[in-house]
């Protein structure tokens, strides 16, 4: 066959200038709906909600989960001074050496308290990101499962003994592990065949980022490299196994036994995948994902809740995601522009999403999770910069 003629449109010569522009057009397609530049900021449906505030420590509570067994407690993670340190972001005002106020965890009841953990340093650089519940099938043994992000050490999974009377929380176990090495969010399987002798659940987790330092790689990387992952702590094996990889800026992941849902936050997708299990020689299971199905959202997605009676997934995000960067990075907030929140949901029956509320920043900004409690009929929202929770009757 004879070579192509060098006036060709796909010659290599033109080839300098093809993938480039292919480039740039394929990150256009993404960073216009991403940025919000579109959008009006306006408030819908937040006439119910109130702001829940409460001590000092009681805000930038990035997740909130609730209670399995107790109806109408929420718990959340705080981090109080994640303005100065933000690791998911790779911003940090802190000098070398310089650390910021420890995080911990809260519950809502009636009041706003928070838990006293036990057995666990939590007053040296300790700052709990994303987390989840568990309760055993068969012991009914109940444990919050936080990741923990210190700013100088390694990051971590920690397990704790829930025990609401006390209000206490007795440290379990941690989990370190080379992959995983930039966690933000988890999701327990209920399973006994995945659990370690102790009890201990095996779980999902997101990498958000590839890149663990702050610097430019690891901001480019929400935009231009595909390098975040799932993986899966096999606890009875004590190894990470395969997820999935090649994401942009995995964040929120929930869902069951069966299922698993995840959030791509600058793609603006939740990704749904078929939990397949198997068992080796040995008779120990093993996980592979099959993917399902997906749900785009007209904001960056950020943390997610499984509702499986209902089959809903709710997400909380960020409809202007520029606007949410601005601020993150803005050493004064006070004077900085809210960027709004907003509160969706997915009936995965249908395939259908529906916005339940948004706020042009003035109430609650930088949403980050949203948990719809059916009994008392309320939205529980959390967010990465804001004081408390948010409450919404629905």
Same mark, same amino acid.
């Given at each position: 066959? *004879?070579?192509?003629?060098?006036?060709?449109?796909?010659?290599?010569?033109?080839?300098?200038? =093809? =993938?480039?522009?292919?480039?740039?057009?394929?990150?256009?397609?993404?960073?216009?709906?991403?940025?919000?530049?579109?959008?009006?900021?306006? &408030?819908?449906?937040?006439?119910?909600?109130?702001? +829940?505030?409460?001590?000092?420590?009681?805000?930038?509570?990035?997740? $909130?989960?609730?209670? %399995?067994?107790?109806?109408?407690?929420?718990?959340?993670?705080?981090?109080?001074?994640?303005?100065?340190?933000?690791?998911?972001?790779?911003?940090?005002?802190?000098?070398?050496?310089?650390?910021?106020?420890?995080?911990?965890?809260?519950?809502?009841?009636?009041?706003? !308290?928070?838990?006293?953990?036990?057995?666990?340093?939590? /007053?040296?650089?300790?700052?709990?990101?994303?987390?989840?519940?568990?309760?055993?099938?068969?012991?009914?043994?109940?444990?919050?499962?936080? @990741?923990?992000?210190?700013?100088?050490?390694?990051?971590?999974?920690?397990?704790?003994? +829930?025990?609401?009377?006390?209000? !206490?929380?007795?440290?379990?176990?941690?989990?370190?592990?080379?992959?995983?090495?930039?966690?933000?969010? $988890?999701?327990?399987?209920?399973?006994?065949?995945?659990?370690?002798?102790?009890?201990?659940?095996?779980?999902?987790?997101?990498?958000?980022?590839?890149?663990? %330092?702050?610097?430019?790689?690891?901001?480019?990387?929400?935009?231009? #490299?595909?390098?975040?992952? @799932?993986? #899966?702590?096999?606890?009875?094996?004590? /190894?990470? !196994?395969?997820?999935?990889?090649?994401?942009?800026?995995?964040?929120?992941?929930?869902?069951?036994?069966?299922?698993? #849902?995840?959030?791509?936050?600058?793609?603006?997708?939740?990704?749904?995948?078929?939990?397949?299990?198997? !068992?080796?020689?040995?008779?120990?299971?093993?996980?592979?994902?099959?993917?399902?199905?997906?749900?785009? #959202?007209?904001?960056?997605?950020?943390?997610?809740?499984?509702?499986? /009676?209902?089959?809903?997934?709710?997400?909380?995000?960020?409809?202007?995601?520029?606007?949410?960067?601005?601020?993150?990075?803005?050493?004064?907030?006070?004077d900085a522009t809210k960027p709004p929140s907003q509160v969706d949901v997915w009936d995965v029956t249908t395939g259908e999403t529906e916005t339940l509320i948004k706020d042009n920043g003035e109430l609650f900004t930088t949403s980050t999770?949203?948990?719809?409690?059916?009994?008392?009929?309320?939205?529980?929202?959390? *967010?990465?910069?804001?004081?408390?929770?948010?409450?919404? &009757?629905?």
């Open positions: 066959m *004879a070579p192509p003629p060098k006036d060709y449109w796909f010659h290599i010569k033109y080839w300098a200038v =093809i =993938i480039p522009l292919a480039y740039i057009i394929s990150f256009l397609y993404m960073f216009y709906p991403l940025a919000g530049i579109h959008k009006l900021n306006e &408030d819908y449906n937040i006439e119910s909600c109130e702001k +829940i505030s409460g001590p000092a420590d009681f805000r930038y509570c990035e997740d $909130v989960i609730l209670s %399995t067994t107790e109806p109408g407690i929420a718990y959340t993670t705080c981090d109080p001074e994640r303005h100065l340190h933000n690791k998911v972001m790779g911003i940090s005002s802190l000098a070398p050496g310089q650390t910021a106020k420890s995080g911990g965890y809260w519950r809502r009841p009636a009041s706003i !308290e928070q838990f006293q953990v036990k057995d666990f340093d939590t /007053e040296t650089d300790f700052h709990p990101l994303g987390m989840t519940v568990d309760t055993h099938p068969e012991t009914g043994e109940r444990l919050l499962v936080s @990741v923990n992000l210190p700013h100088y050490g390694e990051a971590s999974i920690e397990f704790y003994t +829930i025990d609401d009377a006390n209000l !206490e929380l007795k440290h379990k176990r941690t989990i370190r592990h080379e992959k995983i090495y930039n966690p933000n969010s $988890v999701h327990v399987l209920k399973d006994v065949r995945f659990r370690a002798a102790d009890g201990t659940p095996s779980f999902f987790f997101t990498n958000d980022h590839y890149f663990m %330092t702050a610097g430019l790689l690891k901001k480019i990387e929400n935009y231009f #490299f595909y390098l975040s992952n @799932v993986g #899966f702590y096999n606890a009875r094996t004590q /190894e990470v !196994e395969k997820g999935m990889n090649g994401m942009l800026f995995a964040n929120g992941v929930t869902g069951n036994d069966q299922t698993l #849902f995840v959030a791509e936050t600058n793609r603006r997708t939740i990704k749904k995948y078929q939990i397949l299990t198997h !068992e080796d020689e040995k008779g120990v299971p093993h996980i592979t994902l099959s993917y399902q199905t997906q749900a785009v #959202f007209d904001m960056a997605v950020d943390n997610l809740r499984f509702n499986e /009676e209902k089959n809903l997934v709710t997400v909380a995000g960020h409809p202007k995601g520029i606007q949410a960067m601005q601020y993150m990075m803005a050493k004064n907030k006070t999770t949203g948990a719809l409690d059916f009994v008392h009929s309320k939205l529980v929202v959390a *967010a990465l910069f804001d004081e408390g929770l948010l409450i919404c &009757d629905i």
